[in-house]
């Protein structure tokens, strides 16, 4: 059983005559939308914002796409779509087989070994967790804060009969799952207050928190207990729990996690024999902080 980001479940439809919608659903906001905040800037390259925008529409669910695909995709015209795909493919990032559905290529990997490389707390963290699955033949994962998401930047997993396709980049809603929960909870108060005015909670499964007030709570519980546990909130049978990583000046600049089988890892097993394992990795992290 493997683990890939999922679609939220549609919410039950009530068994009630349709009533005809008196005014149009808002349309979501297309990642090239985004760019009209720059609009005037003369600094900001917005060629070079349109290039990164189309790189990031290949999602592991949809990892070649055509021009017009990626247009409705990115809400780029087709002509800005095909001059970065032109780019892309000439600088060896990108290229179609058959001349008509692009995807990236193996060269788009050097981007993410730099980070890596560069990266102090990621560079730090692989080691630390290989010795904890060696030592406790748990997965284990670093991961920041991107947005409304968390980023893997550091993992390791064991062989188990639930393998988790998880991987250094890959994003996962903050809101449903630990090491997000540990990130937002730690965030400034006000910082707090504006993720819950525009999260959509979508429902993973039927235990995942759709409730702002609730989550508002849960956040709250994290912060004074300084862990997360989630129990299959993005995931049925996906059980997690999760400690933040400190840099010197006190913020929670990553988290640390566990995670594993529901029916094989107890939330009291996680409290009583990992949570001290997690907490002292967590501070030798925070070492590389300094």
């Known amino acids: 059983m493997s683990l890939t980001p999922r679609r939220p479940l549609s919410p039950d439809t009530p068994s009630l005559p349709p009533v005809p919608p008196t005014a149009p659903a808002p349309q979501k906001q297309t990642p090239a939308a985004s760019l009209d905040v720059f609009t005037g800037d003369p600094n900001f390259m917005t060629s070079l914002a349109r290039g990164l925008i189309v790189i990031q529409a290949f999602t592991q669910q949809n990892p070649q ?19 970065c795909l032109y780019t892309l493919t000439k600088l060896g990032f990108a290229g179609a087989e058959d001349g008509s559905r692009y995807s990236l ?42 947005g409304d998401d968390i980023v893997y930047i550091a993992r390791t997993t064991v062989n188990r009969v ?71 909130e993005y995931e049925v049978g996906l059980r997690s729990i999760a400690v933040p990583v400190f840099a010197p000046n006190g913020r929670a600049v990553a988290t640390l996690n566990l995670s594993g089988s529901a029916p094989r890892l107890s939330t009291l097993e996680m409290q009583t024999r990992f949570l001290p394992h997690l907490r002292s990795a967590a501070n030798e992290m925070a070492v590389f902080l300094r």
């Open 105 to 146: 290529r193996p060269r788009m990997l050097t981007l993410s070994h730099t980070y890596t490389a560069s990266s102090t707390l990621s560079s730090a963290a692989q080691p630390i967790l290989e010795r904890m699955s060696s030592t406790l033949r748990e997965s284990f994962s670093v991961a920041t804060l991107d």
């Open 65 to 83: 796409m055509t021009i017009s695909q990626l247009s409705v995709r990115t809400g780029l015209s087709r002509a800005a779509v095909r001059r």
């Open 162 to 232: 639930m393998a988790v396709d998880l991987h250094i980049g890959s994003r996962l809603p903050a809101y449903c799952t630990s090491m997000g929960r540990i990130l937002l909870a730690f965030l400034p108060p006000e910082q707090i207050e504006a993720y819950l005015a525009r999260v959509n909670l979508a429902p993973f499964t039927t235990r995942t928190v759709t409730s702002i007030e609730k989550l508002r709570l849960l956040l709250r519980n994290i912060r004074r207990n300084g862990y997360a546990i989630c129990d299959q």
